[in-house]
Antibody, heavy 120, light 106 residues
Framework: EVQLVESGGGLVQPGGSLRLSCVAS????????MSWLRQAPGKGLEWVAN????????YYVDSVKGRFTISRDNAKNSLFLQMNSLRVEDTAIYYC?????????????WGQGTLVPVSS | EIVLTQSPATLSLSPGERATLSCRTS??????LVWYQQKPGQAPRLLIY???NRATGIPARFSGSGSGTDFTLTISSLEPEDFATYYC????????FGQGTTLDLK
């Protein structure tokens, strides 16, 4: 059974940093693109970042470029999101997801999410 | 950025009825469109990929159609567990989501 379990969320002040982790089971992340997405409380969904299977290509939504870094450890079947210079508008539930597709990816499995409130 | 517009925002129906949800994109995405179901406190679940293909384990009462800019998710006969929020998402040019349609109990 495919499972994704996020951790590392919690209250952080504006300007602070946080590192999210996602451990996968039931499949090898080395075979897949992996992604982070987020959902502000009571709002819709937003893609945040992608990372290719070998970690050599990463992509970000404009609003987090230069502040967030996605990375992976295939040996530990784990995905990470380093978030720096956090802003109030980054407050959201952060989901890791598996990417699947031939020419472009969509997200077939999602974790349960970890909440990141950014507030003073 | 490709903008997705879902309608209606809220759909109030009863079990056994047919639900028709719409998603319109601001430019053509061919069939690079997926549908998710999300229940309160849960992660999104993939229902439909490539506009019309059911994901693994999704009941046959869910179907998707459309291409280009106009897409439809149909639930042929609502079950109690289908009352949730539904999102469409395009992956033709990066990734954007619609604002969601909430299917609630009439």
């Amino acid at each position: 059974e495919v499972q994704l379990v996020e951790s590392g969320g919690g209250l952080v002040q504006p300007g602070g940093s946080l590192r999210l982790s996602c451990v996968a089971s039931g499949f090898s992340i080395s075979d897949f693109w992996m992604s982070w997405l987020r959902q502000a409380p009571g709002k819709g969904l937003e893609w945040v970042a992608n990372i290719k299977q070998d970690g050599r290509k990463t992509y970000y939504v404009d609003s987090v470029k230069g502040r967030f870094t996605i990375s992976r450890d295939n040996a530990k079947n784990s995905l990470f999101l380093q978030m720096n210079s956090l802003r109030v508008e980054d407050t959201a539930i952060y989901y890791c997801a598996r990417g699947i597709g031939i020419y472009s990816i969509y997200f077939d499995y999602w974790g349960q999410g970890t909440l990141v409130p950014v507030s003073s | 950025e490709i903008v997705l517009t879902q309608s209606p925002a809220t759909l109030s129906l009863s079990p056994g009825e047919r639900a028709t949800l719409s998603c319109r994109t601001s430019q053509s995405v061919s069939t690079s469109l997926v549908w998710y179901q999300q229940k309160p406190g849960q992660a999104p679940r993939l229902l439909i990929y490539d506009a019309s293909n059911r994901a693994t384990g999704i009941p046959a009462r869910f179907s998707g159609s459309g291409s280009g800019t106009d897409f439809t998710l149909t639930i042929s006969s609502l079950e109690p567990e289908d009352f949730a929020t539904y999102y469409c998402q395009q992956h033709s040019l990066w990734y954007t989501f619609g604002q969601g349609t909430t299917l609630d109990l009439k």
